[in-house]
């Protein structure tokens, strides 16, 4: 007796514990808490970054190139003895003796350099900058859609987290009734009405329901986990949804697919992306023209200035064959860029089918709604009949079980339908956000 009270008080205890635990929580707190703290659209952000990083490294193309060198040398080689005195301005006429040109003393040179490098024509520069500004927007939009995505998520993981309430509460029902039957059972027994197996047929459906209970339970556990995976909360509470599981109806208006839906226009940027390396690819056969400039600071001492002198100029290049480097390179962007073309078709097919299926599917849950509905009342209305007719020994146990558990099913599958209605119809307005 004492450990039955013992296991009791423990059960006592840890479901107190588990109901103190148990976090209140709105949809609009969830999605606020998800578009703050989800990893999933952290990391979109950083990939958002990443292109825009790519974007401003084609800043080269149009800005300045600018280094500043400090350089020291001792030398005795003549040639560069020489020019080292020429740089610092410091040659005399003493200098132009064979003797000390042809063996000169220990000399040192210590110069400063600023050089300026200025593109003015990379035609195939340009066309890479406008490829880089195209995956740019494409990784913007592909990001927002990311956040559509991540609210559809939301709202099935938070419609589980009802549908799992709902069902311990019709269970929950389910086993008050089966409880009463027992009762009921067991008073039929005793004035010689039934038999010792409806007994027994009895407590097995209240085993059941408890068994079924408890997987109810872990379906809430696991929808809360699954929640706070979104909110990125490692504290792993039990959460309750503030409003119960229902039917949502809205006006929606789906003829054809969007095309400015944002995960369509970001394909198509991808694919305006590698066209434009294509053409960077066929610019790259023409020259390109660059200035350059250098300002130039010489001494014998460190970090001096004694002499000073500057050089500028602009050079035509023009790379005329490199082993077929660039005639492969073409080739291959031209794929690309042909591929993109045909996986954009593919992609735009496949979301109209999937939008065509989603609106089947979102119809099909509506017809499904009136049948289970009145299928729950119908079973409802049975359950009761049957009820009355064993309480005056006109039913047998097993017919009365039978509409307790067909009763018990129905209204499962009525707020089963109306989780399916709820995300087909989330799933159809992800489809056609625009």
């Not at 040639?79 to 042809?102: C, H, I, Y």
């Amino acid at each position: 007796m004492r450990n039955i009270l013992l296991i009791l008080a423990f059960f006592c205890v840890s479901y107190s514990l588990q109901a103190q635990g148990t976090v209140l929580i709105s949809k609009a707190e969830v999605i606020a808490k998800v578009m703050e703290g989800n990893n999933a659209l952290k990391i979109s952000e950083q990939e958002v970054l990443m292109a825009k990083g790519e974007y401003n490294q084609t800043n080269a193309v149009l800005m300045p190139n600018i280094s500043i060198s400090h350089t020291g040398i001792a030398t005795t080689n003549p040639l560069m003895a020489f020019g080292s005195k020429l740089n610092r301005e410091v040659l005399t006429q003493s200098d132009f003796n064979p003797l000390v040109l042809n063996d000169p003393s220990l000399t040192r040179d210590y110069a400063t350099r600023i050089v300026i490098q200025q593109p003015l024509l990379n035609l195939d520069g340009i066309y890479q900058r406008k490829a880089a500004k195209a995956k740019l927007s494409a990784s913007e939009l592909q990001s927002s859609r990311q956040q559509d995505y991540i609210e559809l998520v939301v709202d099935k993981s938070y419609m589980q987290l009802q549908l799992a309430y709902k069902t311990v509460e019709v269970l929950k029902k389910a086993k008050e009734t089966a409880l009463e039957n027992k009762r009921l059972a067991d008073n039929a027994f005793k004035q010689g009405y039934s038999q010792k197996s409806d007994v027994l047929a009895v407590e097995v459906r209240v085993l059941e329901i408890e068994n079924q209970l408890q997987y109810a339970r872990s379906s809430i556990q696991n929808a809360s986990n699954d929640l706070s995976v979104l909110m990125n909360d490692e504290s792993y509470r039990l959460l309750q949804p503030a409003d119960s599981l229902k039917v949502v109806s809205s006006d929606i208006s789906f003829e054809s697919l969007p095309e400015n839906r944002k995960d369509i226009q970001a394909i198509g940027l991808a694919s305006e992306a590698y066209k434009q390396m294509y053409k960077a690819d066929k610019m790259s056969f023409l020259p390109r023209l660059n200035a350059f400039g250098t300002y130039e600071l010489h001494d014998d001492k460190v970090l001096q200035g004694g002499a000073d002198g500057y050089l500028f100029g602009a050079a035509l290049k023009w790379n005329i064959f490199e082993g077929s480097k660039r005639f492969g390179s073409v080739q291959k962007s031209k794929a690309e860029y042909a591929k993109s073309k045909l996986e954009v078709n593919q992609y735009k097919a496949e979301s109209q089918v999937a939008l065509n299926k989603a609106k089947r599917m979102l119809q099909d849950a509506k017809n499904n709604l009136e049948l289970t509905a009145l299928a729950s009342k119908q079973s409802k209305e049975s359950l009761r009949i049957r009820k009355n007719r064993f309480e005056q020994g006109l039913e047998k146990t097993t017919e009365l079980l039978m509409a307790e558990m067909q009763y018990a099913q129905k209204e499962l599958e009525y707020y089963t339908t109306i989780f399916q209605h709820n995300y087909a119809l989330a799933y159809v307005q992800f489809l056609t956000k625009e």
